[in-house]
């Protein structure tokens, strides 16, 4: 069975976006940028939600020739451009960059990718996770905390309908005053 984590950068309120969905106050250190990006080497398979799908192949695949990058944001790239990843949406019909397109039941679909053989997944995107955590799916949560209060906006977490208890596994502190923190599901 596969290991499925989810993580993103949010907000000390618990944001991961602001209610315009600006993002920005999220803007990672240097190496906060190399953690994620090493999360991504270690990761097998991206499970991405329609808007942080849009928000991430409108750069990404490009990433590496901008005139500004730097030697991480061109390793990002081509390991992203490389991961295979799976977009779930009802409202885009096609998808590129190593991507296949599921329009289906997500959950049905998170729970039949997990159960095979394989490498740890990466999920993202709020509602996408949210539903994974719902269903019980996700083992791992990686939370990049940064010192803003954005106020309102697109929860990192969930309403859940009962109490999920996690074990924390590691924390740490980088540039900027972010303390990332790491928790399993216990089962």
């Not at 500004?68 to 061109?74: G, M, Q, V």
């Not at 955590?133 to 929860?155: N, S």
């Amino acid at each position: 069975m596969r290991k499925l984590t989810y993580g993103m950068n949010l907000s000390l309120d618990g944001y991961v976006a602001a209610p315009d969905g600006d993002i920005n106050w999220g803007v990672p250190s240097d190496e906060l940028f190399q953690f994620w990006s090493d999360q991504l080497q270690a990761t097998e398979l991206t499970l991405y939600g329609r808007k942080l799908w849009q928000t991430m192949s409108s750069h990404w695949p490009t990433g590496d020739q901008q005139p500004d990058a730097t030697p991480a944001h061109i390793e990002f790239a081509r390991r992203w451009r490389d991961m295979p990843k799976v977009v779930f949406s009802s409202t885009i019909d096609k998808v590129d960059w190593n991507s296949r397109l599921v329009t289906g039941d997500a959950v049905a679909e998170i729970a039949r990718l997990k159960a095979e053989d394989g490498g740890p997944m990466d999920i993202g995107g709020a509602s996408l996770a949210g539903a994974a955590m719902r269903a019980g799916l996700i083992d791992e949560y990686v939370l990049a905390t940064a010192p803003v209060l954005v106020g309102g906006g697109t929860h990192f977490f969930t309403a859940l309908d009962s109490r999920v208890n996690l074990n924390l596994i590691e924390t740490r502190t980088f540039p900027g005053g972010v303390t990332l923190t790491r928790y399993e599901t216990q089962r």
